[in-house]
């Protein structure tokens, strides 16, 4: 099943698109994505061939998830979502353990970003008592985990939880790449699309201190008036 599933992947490959995305995603040496391989599979496809193989076993997903192959590893982590929103409790736990186990092959941005919200985010939505992993990640070394932490509050988000992403936030205040400040940026602005005051709140507070990306990508949504004097000031 597993070699039959890379098979899939490797019939929809297209060199050219290989070559772009991995210039889109920074694979070159010493940038973030650096020794990423791709296909050149697009999104849409790599979901259409996950939904095929639903019955992949959590040693199997392993397999896929270790892969330096991108495609393997977004696949992989479709497959697990799709295991995850249709688990019981106990095997919620389990890929939520899994998931965790595997941030250093949760190694891209897009890869944070699909599947951080859906899996993390939600198991900690439904076991509160869980979101000190949360901060446990957003002190990491590791660039993916912080982003791991900040995303996975987007589903907090959803729910009219801000707490955490602003706390989380605080924390990432003074991190220096540019993928945490335009994570923390959304988060915020995201927060601002359900309650403006909050975001406010917590922007006239850090935004003199905050990097102007993040603080561009919180005040986006802003009337032109509100923008200017955030990017004025700061």
Known sequence: MLNQLKKDLQKLANSNKAKDL????????????????FLGVSVPDQRENAKKYPGLKLNEIQELLSSKIHEHRLTS??????????GNNKLKKEIFDFYLQNTKNINNWDLVDLSAPKISGAYILDNPKEKKILYKLAKSKNLWEKRIAVLSTYTLIKNNEFNDTLNISEILLKDKHDL???????????????????????????????????LRYAIEKFQKNKKKFYMKKS
């Open 22 to 37: 991995s210039r889109f995603f920074k694979t070159g040496k010493g940038q973030y994505g650096e020794g990423d391989i």
């Open 77 to 86: 982590l479709f497959i697990l979502i799709s295991k995850f929103e249709k």
């Open 180 to 214: 945490i400040h335009k994570a923390v940026g959304w988060m915020l602005r995201e927060i601002g699309k359900k309650d403006q005051k909050t975001e406010e709140k917590f922007l006239k507070q850090h935004y003199k201190k905050m990097p102007r990306t993040m």
